[in-house]
């Protein structure tokens, strides 16, 4: 363990080899803390209850989409907006799922792994899905 000066605590740097001193309490943002991606527990429930209404409401849009052969445009036209919003929808879906496992996965040690956590390539391409959802 090492000590370091109570001035350079929770001070953006990390002093200790191990990152420890900027893993006191300090502020992380709105919605992570020391030891979790999202530390509001309301906040994970809802996560979740999203996330199963996602997939169970779009998987049912998707499985009773008429796919017979159709050739009036206006129902073509309005089976491919259907299609495009359940992979959209899907999309957003999958960033709640990744959100979910990243913080069951850095559950009790995110301090240490904030920097590599938001430097990681998966956290860029959930960004990315993010905003194409």
Known sequence: MEWVAQGVVCDGAKDCSDGSDECNSCVRGAFSSDDRVIRSFPLLMLCLVITLTIFLANGYNLVTIDYGPKTE???????????????????????LVSLLVANFYYYGH??????FWRASVFCQMLGVVFSLS
Do not use: P, S
Request: with cysteine.
């Open 73 to 95: 445009d206006h129902v073509i036209v309005e089976r491919f907006l259907k299609i495009v919003l359940i992979i959209h929808d899907m999309a957003m879906g999958v960033y």
């Open 110 to 115: 995110y301090c240490q792994e904030d920097g």
